[in-house]
């Protein structure tokens, strides 16, 4: 350290490399190793924000958080929490949670609570401003914008998303390609949904097989359950409109 001032370092080769940086705080072996100029950065734990060398205000908490990013104003708590591809531009993330936003790549105003978008991705990720609840929530996202996941495994595998809501335990979770403007709320809603756009599905199953349908309505348990890829379709109630493959349909149609 050359010319800052107020910094705090504890632990084996803490703030290594700090020249110009204040008011800083590492604790534990490697934290803030790479910090050249950042200031106002907190990291706590074993390789906490390693990587990061003129970042400001990011605070990480657990052993590897945040290693990799090289960013401002985000927030890692709990271990590998934000921990590889967080770029120059990740601003304003917030994760809790074990390997929380692990992979969550160079954009900002995401916030995930468990352990979510966590799966490896070869391809450069866009997730931006988004929410995730619960484990495995928008685990393989590319591009996932606007979009809110609640209970476990909600859009796990949905890569495209944008302005999507999955509330509900594997809410969307199946949803490979999930175009913009879809909400499916209960256990399983729109499971199975790949490019279509603009349903609503509310209710366990509702519309759980739904494709490539778009501009769909499905309201009540397993309403549109097994309906395909037609689309412009309402039912509402219990099975409405349950095994229904044809286009403009509303009501009630049993298997």
């Known amino acids: 350290n050359t010319t800052g001032y107020s910094n705090v ?64 104003w985000n927030t890692f708590i709990g271990q590998s929490a934000g921990s590889e591809g967080q770029g120059s531009n990740s601003y304003y993330n917030v994760c809790l949670g074990y390997a929380s936003g692990q992979y969550l790549g160079n954009q900002g105003y995401n916030v995930f609570i468990g352990k979510s978008v966590s799966q490896y991705s070869s391809t450069s990720r866009s997730v931006l401003n988004n929410v995730g609840i619960g484990y495995a929530n928008l685990d393989y996202a590319t591009s996932a914008n606007n979009c809110v996941a609640v209970g476990h495994n909600a859009m796990e595998k949905a890569t495209t998303a944008s302005y999507c809501v999955a509330i509900g335990p594997k809410a969307m979770a199946n949803a490979t390609v999930t175009n913009d403007g879809s909400i499916g ?71």
């Open 9 to 72: 370092a504890v632990g084996k080769m803490a703030l290594k490399t700090l020249t110009s940086g204040n008011n800083n705080v590492g604790i534990g072996q490697q934290a803030l190793y790479d910090l050249t100029t950042g200031s106002q950065n907190t990291a706590i734990g074993l390789g906490s924000l390693a990587n990061i060398t003129n970042g400001e205000g990011n605070t990480a908490v657990g052993a590897w958080a945040g290693d990799k990013c090289t960013g401002h």
């Open 185 to 255: 709320i209960g256990y399983q809603a729109l499971y199975e949904l790949t490019s279509g756009s603009g349903n609503v599905a509310i209710g366990e199953n509702a519309g759980n097989t739904v494709s490539s349908a778009a501009h769909c309505t499905f309201v009540g348990r397993e309403s549109g359950k097994h309906g395909g890829g037609a689309n412009l379709n309402t039912g509402i109630g219990y099975q409405a409109c349950r095994g229904n493959t044809s286009s403009n349909i509303s009501g009630r149609s049993e298997e």
